[in-house]
């Protein structure tokens, strides 16, 4: 094989790899090939990372609950309780948010109409990861021990105003460092949906978002 694709394949992850196994064999007392050989590598993905699915609807009550917002007059953004209906939750946030934000409503509209794929990419786009961390959308963007609460991002909808994002026209973008979203000020809730999709679906991979 070429010298850089050896290089990438073997030497740039033996040492991620093994620690993953040494890991691994702490949980797990048992040889590597007895335990974990006989899974392919799509199999395992799943196993650690989950799959599509975990976007489902409910997921997004979650989302919405642990979302916090900036640029927006003051409103009632507050957590709906869990135990809520799905519809009668969704109903009663966008009623409550339509008067400060039809923004806000709007995202959220878009993103139960979506599919359990795309909303893993608009994820994606918005804080690097395809899907929410083991503790939840809550712990969304926790450090680590070391730098403890206070360097803590929660995902963040940002509201950008015309004069700022240069038109409605623009599309959405990103900060994934701080887990952030920039919504400009768009007029309709189809505006919205299909800005935010073509930023999504063409914007997640590469150095096209930041």
């Not at 900036?70 to 309780?81: H, M």
């Not at 969704?90 to 599919?115: I, K």
């Amino acid at each position: 094989a070429p010298a850089r694709p050896r290089h990438t394949l073997t030497r740039l992850l033996a040492e991620p790899a093994a620690a993953l196994r040494r890991g691994l064999a702490a949980v797990v007392d048992r040889p590597w090939e007895d335990t974990w050989g006989g899974f392919s590598a799509r199999e395992l993905t799943l196993l650690f990372a989950g799959s599509e699915s975990v976007m489902d609807d409910w997921k997004v009550h979650e989302w919405r609950n642990a979302t916090v917002y900036q640029g927006y007059e003051d409103g009632d953004f507050s957590a709906l309780p869990s135990e809520a209906p799905l519809d009668r939750s969704y109903a009663m946030h966008e009623q409550a948010n339509l008067y400060a934000s039809p923004q806000v409503a709007w995202f959220w509209r878009a993103m139960l109409r979506a599919t359990p794929a795309t909303r893993s990419l608009l994820l994606k786009f918005a804080t690097g990861a395809s899907a929410p961390p083991m503790g939840g959308f809550r712990s969304l963007g926790l450090s680590s021990a070391r730098g403890g609460r206070d360097n803590a991002a929660p995902f963040t909808i940002v509201r950008f105003d015309r004069e700022v994002a240069g038109g409605t026209a623009k599309l959405p973008t990103a900060a994934t460092c701080f887990n952030m979203l920039r919504i400009p000020a768009y007029e309709s809730f189809r505006e919205l949906e299909e800005r935010l999709m073509t930023a999504v679906r063409h914007g997640c991979e590469g150095f096209t978002y930041s």
